[in-house]
């Protein structure tokens, strides 16, 4: 599966993005969609999912913040990221994953954030 993330920018503390991923290619074995992030110096991290059946799951630091949704006529992910913080800075990445929770799609180059305070 190909995924292409956009929506990526510069944008102050407090302010808003929004945050799109299409997946394309074998898209039928995919039940989860989700946002990972990568800081500079910092590890890969999940930063929310959705599954097909609609179940959420948020990454505590961004609980309140964020909010995902997915458009399955379109296999596009989305990421509603307000009230963004410094800490948000990151490359952001999109994947998907199969019932069994297997990760599968292409990491692709993400989109870069950078909140600046």
């Known amino acids: 599966v190909q995924l292409q993330a956009s929506g990526g920018g510069l944008v102050q503390a407090g302010g808003y993005l929004r945050l799109s991923c299409a997946a394309s290619g074998s898209i039928f074995s995919i039940n989860r969609m989700g946002w990972y992030r990568q800081a500079p110096g910092k590890q890969h991290e999940l930063v929310a999912f959705i599954t097909s059946g609609g179940i959420i799951n948020y990454a505590d630091s961004v609980k309140g913040r964020f909010t995902i949704s997915r458009d399955n006529a379109k296999n596009t992910v989305y990421l509603q990221m307000n009230n963004l913080k410094p800490e948000d800075t990151a490359v952001y990445y999109c994947?998907?994953?199969?019932?069994?929770?297997?990760?599968?799609?292409?990491w692709g180059q993400g989109t870069l954030v950078t909140v600046s305070s």
């Open positions: 994947n998907v994953a199969d019932s069994s929770r297997r990760v599968f799609g292409s």
